[in-house]
Nanobody, 126 residues
Framework: QVQLVESGGGVVQAGGSLRLSCGAS????????MGWFRQAPGKEREFVAV????????HYADSVKGRFTISRDNAKNTVYLQMNSLKPEDTAVYSC???????????????????WGQGTQVTVSS
């Protein structure tokens, strides 16, 4: 049974930082990549960042580039999202996702992922 569990969300003032974690369980050894998405109220889910689990290739959405850092610890089956210089517009439910097999492109679409976590709320106050 594959499971993704996010943690680390919370309430922070603008300019502050949070670190999200996504722990994976199940048959994860051969997964290709893991990513983070977010969904604000009334908006569609949007891509935030992705990392390939073997090569460590990384891609960010323009809106978070320079402020967010994605990383992975393969031994712990965990992916992290360090979020600095947070803005009120970063407020959203953040979800991690896993792409089990190699796919072309930058994996910025929700339909390119096979497994999803439940999400963790991040609220940035002004």
């Amino acid at each position: 049974q594959v499971q993704l569990v996010e943690s680390g969300g919370g309430v922070v003032q603008a300019g502050g930082s949070l670190r999200l974690s996504c722990g994976a369980s199940g048959r994860t050894n051969s997964w290709y990549a893991m990513g983070w998405f977010r969904q604000a109220p009334g908006k569609e889910r949007e891509f935030v960042a992705v990392i390939t689990l073997r090569a460590g290739s990384i891609h960010y959405a323009d809106s978070v580039k320079g402020r967010f850092t994605i990383s992975r610890d393969n031994a712990k089956n965990t992916v992290y999202l360090q979020m600095n210089s947070l803005k009120p517009e970063d407020t959203a439910v953040y979800s991690c996702a896993a792409a089990a097999e190699w796919k072309p492109g930058r994996l910025i679409g929700t339909n390119e992922y096979d497994y999803w976590g439940q999400g963790t709320q991040v609220t940035v106050s002004s």
